[in-house]
């Protein structure tokens, strides 16, 4: 029953497992691990489960090895591709991916698929957690897959829906200060998630009624980042015709003291939340009779975004008579990370290559082996450009361009090196972070200037 789960978990006695060992899930199991619960940490990627039973962390993990290598030790956190078997009562916590819903895909997909996997070793008073971003009504779907079992909801098996708001790399706003929208199925299960979330965020959680206020609410939320987005690259549009600077503006506009949140310009929006989440919202309202027009066109504004600096860099290069031969530098959307999915640096790649361009990459968190990854996660048939281990002065050999998609710490020096130095003709700054040096002959052009 609910109330013995409630009692075992103030003391941490249920056992807990964390489904999908992703940028979410890992970190997840570790802090809960690290923190006394015994956690394994499940996932259907046999190589992530063997290289993190080897006690191998991926670049983005490495900040994490200290408090991992401790449970490692103390045997406190686990690894398996399957869920454990357990005659006491388990929580389940849901952090596989979501994809974008198409005609033969639905966005539930893993997640009804982690949920049924659990259902399989579950018993009475078990909880899940869904932690995954989800598409309106996917609560309630896996309500009928736990109740189809045999459970009734609320009385002997607890659901929650929390979604998951972490901006991997924000050294600010971490797993422990950021607070969480949470939608429990009744009070038991809310105490029970409550000492589950007392060790990751000091249960910082804000209770909605409904299941689809909390849907509702993590769609809303990475749509009004979207919308935000394309709203400063459409202005920074608007900023490269008249003259002047984007940045100039927004950073007046935000001595605002109210009513206005600064947004910065770039190639557009990547990963696995800000493109996707909203096309949630968009799908709800569609199968509803509605349209949700300003989720359409910030997508539109969005996918344009590596067309459009295509363009530009092409008419800078047109003009000056260079050759067709550039570097897209830093693929992946967010700084100083590997994780490249949905990249507008692979997009801006495709438009280069359309043009006919001569195109080299170079990102130092690309891994060759990895290629096909990439590829997979950009929508790329094949690699139409050569990977470069390095920016040194001979991969600038009749290079008329660098393009800088994504800024990361470690090519910052080099990039100014670059430019000081006058190393190429052309610079094409898309978040307009470098600062113009008129000794420099290089022509430095950002978007939105
Ligand atoms: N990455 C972020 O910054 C972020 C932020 C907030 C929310 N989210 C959401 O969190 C969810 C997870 O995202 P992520 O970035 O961690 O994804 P990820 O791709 O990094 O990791 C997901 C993991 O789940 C595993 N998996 C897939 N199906 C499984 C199954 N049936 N059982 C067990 N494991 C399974 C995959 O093998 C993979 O290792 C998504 O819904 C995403 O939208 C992500």
Known sequence: MLSETLSDSQNK??????????????????????????????????????????????????HLKKEFLECRNNKSLSFSTEPQKSTNSKIGIICVPTPIPKSDVKSDVFVRAAVEKFLDTSNEGCVIIIESSIEVGTTDEMKKIIESKGFVIGENFGLAFCPERIDPQNKKWRLENIPRVIYCSDDTTFEITQNVYSNVN??????????????????????????????????????????????????????????????????????????????????????????????????????????????????????????????????????????????????????????????????????????????????????????????????????????????HTQTQLRLDEIYKKSLVPVLYDCQSKMIKDPKSKTILKSLGS
């Not at 206020?213 to 769609?219: L, P």
């Open 13 to 62: 006695k249920t056992m807990i497992e964390v489904l999908g060992l992703g940028y979410i899930g890992l970190p997840l199991a570790i802090r809960l691990a690290a923190t006394g619960w015994k956690v394994t940490g499940m996932d259907i990627n046999q190589d992530r489960v063997r290289r993190l039973e080897r006690n191998n962390l991926m670049e983005s993990e490495l």
């Open 202 to 407: 000091n249960s910082n959680l804000i209770r909605v009624e409904s299941a689809r206020v909390a849907e509702v609410v993590k769609s809303f939320e990475n749509t009004f980042r979207l919308v935000n987005i394309s709203l400063v690259n459409e202005l920074a549009m608007l900023c490269d015709k008249l003259g002047i600077n984007v940045t100039d503006v927004i950073d007046a506009a935000a001595t605002k003291p109210f009513g206005f949140v600064p947004f910065y310009t770039g190639a557009g929006a990547g990963g696995h939340c800000i493109p996707k989440d909203p096309r949630f919202l968009l799908e709800s309202s569609k199968k509803l009779g509605l349209e949700f027009k300003t989720i359409e066109k910030a997508l539109e504004i969005n996918s344009f975004m590596p067309r459009y600096i295509a363009q530009s860099v092409d008419k800078i290069l047109t003009e000056q008579n260079l050759k067709k031969s550039l570097i897209v530098c830093g693929l992946s959307y967010k700084p100083n990370m590997e994780d490249m999915r949905d990249s507008p640096g692979f997009k801006i790649v495709n438009e280069f290559s359309k043009l006919a361009y001569d195109v080299a990459v170079y990102d130092p968190f690309f891994k060759n082996e990895l290629l096909d990854k990439y590829l997979y996660e950009n929508n790329l048939e094949k690699a139409d450009f050569h990977v470069l281990t390095d920016l040194d002065n001979s991969a600038l050999d009749n290079i008329s361009c660098i393009c800088v998609v994504q800024h």
